[in-house]
């Protein structure tokens, strides 16, 4: 009997659990058949053909999808998402993202997006281990370092991580600048324009913090005078 009542609440619990996923395949036949009944040609035309204008490096919170706030449809832009939307300059993953966006794609516009309220910030504002992830958020307390004395300035805590969040995707912009992918197409093509965004939660509406247009100058250090 009580096999049978655990096995009959396994099978209940599964059922539970499988119906989250399977909804998302339910979600997506209506939402491709809606499509096709507004557009015939939607699908035939992105099999075809990838042309993305822009480049998003986001954040990988669920509360910030790049196509739906920025009111855009598939194909519209080429995405990148990494945790507090990082731009490090070893991260194989992210240059080849960029050199595909940049040097195949020919994207116009790269927009780094960070957004208010982000947990990354915050655990990098903390001194609490987070195991492997601190060799990610290290990056993060550089740029608070580099900009210490504004931040501190700032007396309420969540104003302070509000600026941390604009300091971060402004300084992931900067880094974006000292690759020789950006420095080599700015010369060549005059292109893309970068752009540092931050995301509302409270009110989904996206700011400019900084911007970058071709040939910006950038700390003469990093650039590289033979692209
Ligand atoms: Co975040």
């Known amino acids: 009997m009580c096999r049978t009542i655990k096995t009959a609440y396994c099978i209940l619990n599964t059922l539970a659990r499988m119906k989250s996923f399977e909804k998302l395949l339910q979600n997506n036949k209506n939402w491709a058949s809606d499509r096709i009944k507004n ?8 099999v075809n053909l990838q042309m993305p204008e822009f480049l998003w490096i ?3 919170d669920s509360r910030v999808p790049a196509n739906e706030i920025t009111g855009t449809n598939p194909g519209e832009i080429f995405v990148h998402r990494n945790i507090s939307n990082l731009v490090i300059q070893n991260d194989l993953n992210l240059l080849s993202v960029l050199q595909y966006a ?3 794609l020919h ?3 790269i927009i780094v997006c960070g957004h208010y309220g982000c947990g990354g910030i915050k655990a990098a504002m903390d001194n609490i281990s987070m195991g492997d992830l601190d060799k990610w958020l290290v990056n993060i ?3 608070y370092n580099l900009n210490k004395s504004e931040v501190d300035a700032i007396e ?3 104003e302070r991580l ?3 969040v604009e300091l971060n995707a402004k300084h992931q912009l900067l880094n974006l600048a000292k690759t020789t992918i950006i ?3 700015w010369k060549h093509n005059k292109m893309p324009h970068l752009h540092a965004w931050a995301y509302s939660l409270s009110d989904g509406v996206l700011r400019t913090v900084f911007d970058m247009p071709p040939g910006s100058p950038i700390d003469k250090i990093y650039e590289f005078d033979n692209l």
């Open 58 to 60: 986001g954040c990988s």
């Open 156 to 158: 309420n805590e969540e």
């Open 141 to 143: 307390k550089d740029v």
């Open 162 to 164: 509000n600026r941390m």
């Open 39 to 46: 557009d015939p040609g939607f699908f035939n035309r992105l």
């Open 107 to 109: 994207v116009k516009h």
């Open 183 to 185: 420095q080599k197409a």
């Open 102 to 104: 940049v040097e195949v």
